[in-house]
């Protein structure tokens, strides 16, 4: 499985950008697929996930509202769209997905549940 992320860049607070998450391997369906990002000094965080089969959208509490993920099974590619975006939401952006099976949504939210990440696309906002 391999995750190609893109849609990262520089962009004033209050602006939106669109990420994209192409994967090309197995079945996309059936995978969870997730955002995280990695702010400069901080730990790697969850932003976002998609469960697999129509499972749900779940979102971190300091983007709910501002950004939305979606999938399209038919292109094997998952978005997060983000609007209203601040300076702090700057960091290293990557998708991520996991082939295993069902797991609780509190795992699904941390980094070890994982066993692909794509290449991480930067995004900055400035004030």
């Known amino acids: 499985v391999q995750l190609q992320a893109s849609g990262g860049g520089m962009v004033l607070a209050g602006g939106s950008l669109r990420l994209s998450c192409a994967v090309s391997?197995?079945?996309?369906?059936?995978?969870?697929m997730a955002w995280f990002r990695h702010a400069p000094g901080q730990e790697r965080e969850f932003v976002s996930l998609?469960?697999?089969?129509?499972?749900?959208?779940y979102y971190a509490d300091s983007v709910k509202g501002r950004f939305t993920i979606s999938r399209d099974n038919a292109k094997n590619t998952v978005y997060l769209q983000m609007n209203s975006l601040k300076p702090a939401d700057t960091a290293v952006y990557y998708c991520?997905?996991?082939?295993?099976?069902?797991?609780?949504?509190?795992?699904?939210?941390?980094?070890?549940?994982?066993?692909?990440w794509g290449q991480g696309t930067q995004v900055t906002v400035s004030s």
């Open positions: 991520a997905t996991r082939t295993g099976g069902r797991t609780i949504l509190s795992e699904l939210k941390q980094n070890r549940a994982y066993d692909y």
């Open positions: 391997g197995g079945t996309f369906s059936s995978y969870d």
């Open positions: 998609s469960r697999r089969d129509f499972g749900g959208t």
